[in-house]
């Protein structure tokens, strides 16, 4: 029987076979460690680096029975805050930014804070951001964290960030519609809409806008003469077209004056009816344009 197994079975054959299903029989192990090194979020370097973060050396022991040094330095491995490669930003310290909102709270001579929002989108993303955060909401510090953006793919999906500031007015209401953003209210998020004047543009009196927004004007006329069509104020429409579009947030304006406050918090409480606040948006829609953006004005 084991002459003609024999016979019948090139022994090579079967030795080519294994090479062929297991091209790194010798390696495999040394490209599974490397991966796991660079990839893996419990034992690769990310977290090697988030652990020993920062790495302290120490110089010249002072001598005596407590351990003591003369020297000590921190090394901090910071994190791209841009998406640029350009971006000489980094991430911020843990005990540094401890150190500025500890200095912040004297300044205001309060104990806490309501929220704390970061500014920077990209900052989110940075592992330091989110101890730092974490630790300011288990110390009781503040009661929310939260992440000024610009573009729906920084929304934060993790349950740390409970309020984002987004811009959004009738011209520019694309981030406040999407479903992404529906998910983070969905789950409890806060938003707060900003840019909802468009730095005052919005406003304006057409014939007083500078020669730098000339192609805004058509789409802003259409809007002013919406107002005075239907006798409502800007201010009363421009709000209302965002509470018709989550009408849970809150805004965020600049002011001049307390006056300037009282107005806007007046006209704002105006109702206006749905088939107006509908043919604002109708507008808005009509006219795309990256000035709607005051990151692109120059």
């Given at each position: 029987?084991?002459?003609?197994?024999?016979?019948?079975?090139?022994?090579?054959?079967?030795?080519?076979?294994?090479?062929?299903?297991?091209?790194?029989?010798?390696?495999?192990?040394?490209?599974?460690?490397?991966?796991?090194?660079?990839?893996?979020?419990?034992?690769?370097?990310?977290?090697?680096?988030?652990?020993?973060?920062?790495?302290?050396?120490?110089?010249g022991d002072k001598g005596g029975n407590n351990i003591s040094f003369k020297y000590e330095i921190s090394f901090y491995f910071g994190e791209t805050l841009d998406e640029t490669k350009e971006s000489p930003n980094h991430g911020e310290p843990i005990n540094d930014m401890e150190n500025i909102f500890k200095k912040c709270l004297n300044q205001l001579k309060i104990n806490k804070v309501e929220g704390l929002l970061i500014h920077n989108q990209n900052t989110w993303g940075n592992n330091?951001?989110?101890?730092?955060?974490?630790?300011?909401?288990?110390?009781?510090?503040?009661?929310?964290?939260?992440?000024?953006?610009y573009d729906q793919k920084f929304i934060p999906e993790d349950s740390l960030a409970s309020i984002i500031q987004v811009p959004g007015n009738i011209?520019?209401?694309?981030?406040?519609?999407?479903?992404?953003?529906?998910?983070?209210?969905?789950?409890?998020?806060?938003?707060?809409?900003?840019?909802?004047?468009?730095?005052?543009?919005?406003?304006?009196?057409p014939h007083k806008i500078p020669d730098y927004f000339a192609k805004l004007i058509k789409p802003l006329k259409e809007f002013h003469n919406l107002c005075k069509k239907n006798d409502v104020n800007p201010i009363t429409l421009s709000t209302g077209c965002i509470f018709k579009l989550i009408p849970q947030c809150k805004l965020v304006i600049g002011i001049d004056s307390i006056e300037q406050l009282d107005k806007i918090i007046n006209k704002t409480k105006i109702q206006v009816s749905d088939n107006i606040v509908n043919e604002a948006l109708k507008i808005g829609k009509q006219y795309s344009s990256n000035l709607w953006d005051p990151r692109n004005w120059s």
């Open positions: 029987m084991e002459e003609l197994i024999k016979d019948k079975v090139n022994v090579w054959d079967v030795i080519d076979t294994y090479f062929r299903d297991e091209p790194y029989y010798k390696s495999q192990h040394q490209v599974d460690s490397f991966n796991e090194f660079i990839f893996s979020e419990d034992n690769g370097i990310q977290n090697i680096i988030r652990r020993e973060n920062p790495f302290i050396v120490h110089q330091n951001t989110k101890f730092f955060a974490e630790k300011l909401i288990k110390s009781k510090k503040i009661n929310h964290i939260g992440v000024s953006i011209f520019n209401y694309k981030l406040l519609t999407s479903k992404k953003l529906e998910r983070f209210i969905n789950k409890g998020g806060e938003v707060h809409v900003r840019s909802v004047f468009i730095q005052g543009l919005l406003l304006m009196s």
